[in-house]
């Protein structure tokens, strides 16, 4: 068909109650077509939400990575002429000039440069440390009845370990925990760059001092990192460190949180796992499947016209990739809304597929694992401090709670 012929269905919008509760939703949209043209936050784009037509866009050619084309059809969309950016700060390329954002061949040569530094050797290596971590966040609420689960454990493991991982001295954890904290959270957009340069001019003295005094961290290894005559330049290096803040941060905080809640809501399950301690590692994969924290894909862009899963998407549209929809399709997986810990583990899209699957997915994993681990051994009665339905829910690409009041004891 022609493309100025096309057929474009009127887009369906998905409003509050998408963002409360996403599922309801993704569950319909699943009967009626695998790519459903949607209005999210305002802006018309095609949602796919089957697990093999989000297979086939995260790798499909014509779906791309392309922030100059995105800019041009936002702005032809508005009915203005694009305006000539002026050279972005440090901070403003940190923001956005990184693999998540990349297609190939930018995005084959940093992975390729990166994987050298990042090596599952080195995260089984943090197995000891994050241990150590679990067991001082717990400490630290020994005696309190009632604690939100977030707060005392979610958000501050991911980052002292990142921290640490990255070589951020103690000194300056707090500093650099709060910066993470704003950068990864919706904020007005003049407080997001005004602490985007504060971070980034921070990451080049850090990065001056590895340069000086090399160490055994994770910012020396990407300063030694080569391939052949090739390595990371500074602003590279600086968005590489904001990229494992964005990918490894809010996600496993949130990671943890709904899987605990999972639990908690599926007494059945919560014992199944008290009683057989190996259930573990299936169990963190189940929550990634059932609720994982990283619910959409980047934003991409139709280069051109494609063909999902019979769906035609005419070129400069907006696509996203449902994580959390793909991870509950029935053609894929079997009792598909139904939470079991027992289920055979793998094939779910909560790290992505492809080029962009996330090589930060070992560490999500093993820190899951060890907080939820110790969670159980220290606790004999963990349980929900409010009725369900007063838990509430942030969402973004990120779905994850706002809080999560839990009562902790030694016993029954």
């Known amino acids: 068909m022609p493309e100025d012929t096309l057929q474009v269905p009127e887009p369906e919008v998905l409003g509050e109650d998408f963002f409360l509760d996403p599922y309801p939703a993704y569950a319909r949209l699943r009967e009626r077509t695998p ?88 995260i089984q290596g943090l197995r000891p440390r994050i241990e150590r971590t679990v067991a001082r966040l717990l400490d630290s609420v020994a005696g309190q009845e009632e604690v939100d689960l977030l707060q005392v454990l979610g958000y501050p493991l991911p980052i002292t370990v990142i921290s640490e991982m990255i070589g951020v001295p103690e000194a300056d954890q707090a500093a650099f925990g709060a910066w993470s904290n704003t950068l990864t959270m919706a904020g007005r957009p003049e407080e997001l760059q005004q602490v985007a340069d504060q971070m980034a001019e921070y990451l080049v003295g850090l990065i001056a001092d590895r340069r000086a005094t090399p160490a055994d961290d994770l910012i020396t290894g990407l300063i030694q990192a080569r391939d052949d005559d090739d390595r990371l330049s500074e602003s590279e290096l600086v968005s590489m460190v904001f990229q494992l803040l964005v990918a490894g941060y809010e996600t496993t905080a949130h990671l943890i949180g709904n899987g605990v809640l999972a639990l908690l809501r599926h007494p059945d399950q919560l014992a199944a796992l008290r009683a057989d301690r190996s259930l573990l590692p299936a169990a963190v994969e189940e929550f990634c499947r059932y609720d994982n924290s990283l619910h959409l894909s980047t934003l991409s862009i139709t280069a051109e016209p494609v063909e999902i899963g019979g769906v035609r998407i005419p070129a400069d549209e907006f696509v996203l990739v449902s994580f959390g929809s793909a991870n509950r399709d029935a053609r894929r997986f079997e009792d598909s809304e139904h939470f079991d810990i027992r289920r055979a583990p793998g094939g779910h899209l909560a790290f992505g597929h492809g080029l962009h699957h996330c090589m930060g997915a070992p560490l999500a994993r093993l820190q899951t694992e060890l907080a939820v681990g110790a969670l159980l051994d220290r606790f004999e009665r963990i349980e929900l401090a409010v009725k369900p339905d007063e838990l509430r829910y942030q969402m973004n690409a990120t779905r994850g709670l706002d809080t999560l009041p839990v009562r902790l004891g030694s016993g029954s």
């Not at 936050?41 to 939400?49: E, K, R």
């Not at 499909?60 to 100059?68: C, H, I, L, S, T």
């Open 35 to 122: 790519v459903a043209h949607v209005v999210l936050n305002g802006m018309p784009m095609w949602l796919v939400v089957r697990y093999e037509e989000a297979r086939t866009a995260l790798t499909e050619p014509g779906v791309v990575k392309d922030a100059e084309l995105a800019a041009r059809v936002v702005a032809r969309r508005m009915g203005v002429e694009p305006v000539e950016q002026p050279e972005k700060s440090l901070g403003e390329r940190m923001l956005v000039d990184h693999m998540l954002n990349m297609d190939p061949p930018d995005h084959t040569r940093l992975r390729k440069l990166v994987a050298k530094a990042f090596t599952a050797r080195q």
